[in-house]
């Protein structure tokens, strides 16, 4: 991204996927701290704007007229700040970058349509990835720290590390560390990440979505002991359980290779999934669902003791599929 692209214009993030907004909203700042080293820095929630703090937050310094804000949560911009925001969009200071970040959904769709209309304005999605979409976005990493990776390499890291773009990226800038330069092959990763997904952190998963919280949670501390990082284990506890919530709403009478492309999982894990499917209501998949997510939100910060969070989890997740 040039400082061209965004000095003067306004930069619109939307979607859900939190770590692909943040990229775009790190790689503005870069652009900008490159064309000016002494450019300043705003950051603020769009429930807090008003025309007249965008005014204070886009006006030159005294140190610096070339400036970046970032206003957060568009979709939560008040009423009253609405007309004043599309008058700012509409002919945007010229040494002024300005970022747009809505999480997704309906919410502030109606100042989304009006501000794609103007000219200045420049839309970077960051949607949810499908399943097919992860093994570019793998290669695309690599890319951008001017390696490059085989295919079977990427598949391999997403079976490894799952499917959390925070943890494949920083899988991607171990590789290229160690090999850096390199076209990394399935050997390469298979020697630093081999087994992880299936001994240690699917395998916590796979035991707890079937019920069997005794082998979930010696799997869960030789895991721990082992050194998997909690954020990989949670990462497999959501992929399960997407993947089971898509089997469970799958239409009937599919062919396992239509059907696994439906999941977004390898036809051999098909058979597994059916199985633990059995144990499961829609109602008590919504509820693991929600318990992975407190878990990741604990062992992320919200809570002191990553490892209880994780015991919690997959106790929680048994229960469900037991009863």
């Known amino acids: 991204m040039r400082a061209e692209d965004v000095l ?7 979607g859900k996927e939190e770590f692909l907004g943040a990229r775009t909203v790190d790689d503005v700042r870069a652009a900008v701290r490159g064309h000016d080293p002494e450019a300043e820095f705003a950051d603020s929630p769009a429930a807090d704007l008003t025309l007249a703090t965008l005014g204070e937050m886009a006006a030159p310094s005294l140190f610096s007229a070339v400036r970046c804000v970032v ?12 007309e004043g925001l599309l008058g700012y969009a509409a002919a945007p200071v010229e040494d002024v970058a300005l970022v747009l970040v809505h999480g997704g959904g309906q919410k502030g769709s109606g100042v989304l349509t009006k501000l794609r209309k103007l000219p200045a304005v420049t839309e970077h999605k960051s949607e ?3 399943p097919s979409d992860y093994p570019g976005f793998v290669a695309g990493e690599v890319r951008r720290l001017g390696a490059g990776i085989e295919r079977e390499a990427a598949d391999a890291l997403i079976e490894a590390i799952g499917r959390d773009l925070r943890s494949l990226a920083g899988a ?32 916590v998963a796979d035991a707890a979505f079937a019920g069997r919280d005794r082998v979930a949670l010696e799997e869960l501390r030789w895991a721990l002991d082992s050194g998997t990082a909690a954020v990989l284990i949670t990462s497999a ?3 399960s359980a997407r993947g089971l919530a898509r089997l469970v709403s799958a239409p009937r009478g599919m062919r396992d290779a239509d059907l696994a492309r439906e999941v977004g999982v390898p036809p051999w894990k098909l058979r597994s999934l059916r199985d633990q499917a059995r144990g ?4 008590g998949l919504a509820r693991a669902i929600r318990a992975v997510a407190q878990a990741d939100a604990d062992i992320k910060g919200a809570a002191s003791d990553a490892s ?16």
């Open 280 to 283: 499961w209501t829609d109602a």
């Open 172 to 203: 991607v800038h171990q590789l290229t560390n160690d090999f850096p330069g390199e076209r990394i092959s399935e050997a390469q990763v298979r020697r630093y990440f081999g087994g992880r997904a299936e001994a240690k952190s699917f395998a």
């Open 128 to 130: 949810e990835l499908r």
């Open 8 to 14: 003067g214009r306004v930069i619109l993030v939307t």
């Open 71 to 82: 206003v957060r949560g568009l979709e939560n911009l008040p009423d009253e700040s609405v």
């Open 237 to 239: 506890f959501a992929g």
């Open 308 to 323: 209880y969070a994780l015991e919690r989890l997959v106790l929680t997740v048994t229960a469900l599929r037991r009863g």
